[in-house]
């Protein structure tokens, strides 16, 4: 396995889509520092993303744009799935979503050191039908 930043950040995607928390501990440092949707460090960031796997059980993600700056990998990804479970307190709608999420990857070593999450929850409540309908003018 490469160490490259970029090939780092794509084997990640690749353990979100086939998940298992386990093969996380081999890409990412025990010390991993966590922003935003990705939690403080390693614990919350499976957490989060087991929180997605629970309401969206197939949900894949695309990396679309990986850029790639030193240590810095930059990723704009298109995930995919069905909503079955609950998430954000709306339980399982079997309704289809799509939607767009940006990380910060920085890699030390060969592995993830810190993360930084961004989603587009809006879109994706939206599509779930958690939001209400604006009311024709």
């Known amino acids: 396995m490469s160490d490259d ?3 780092v950040a794509r084997r990640f995607y690749e ?3 086939d998940w298992s928390p386990d093969k996380l501990d081999a890409i990412c440092s025990p010390d ?3 922003h935003a949707g990705a939690g403080a460090d390693l614990a919350h960031l499976k957490q989060s993303i087991a929180s997605f796997k629970d309401a969206f ?4 993600g695309e990396p679309r744009h990986l850029v790639c700056e030193g240590d810095l ?7 995919e799935g069905t909503h079955r479970g609950e998430f954000a307190g709306v339980p399982g709608s079997g309704r289809p979503v799509k939607f767009v999420a940006w990380d910060l ?3 030390e070593n060969g592995r993830i050191a810190e993360i930084t999450q961004y989603c587009d929850v809006f879109t994706l409540m939206n ?3 958690a939001l209400p309908t604006a009311a024709p003018a």
């Open 15 to 17: 353990v979100v889509n």
């Open 32 to 34: 991993l520092r966590g």
């Open 105 to 107: 990857i920085r890699v």
């Open 127 to 129: 599509q779930m039908g």
């Open 5 to 7: 930043p970029r090939s």
């Open 73 to 79: 990998v930059s990723t704009w990804v298109s995930y």
């Open 57 to 60: 059980p197939d949900l894949r």
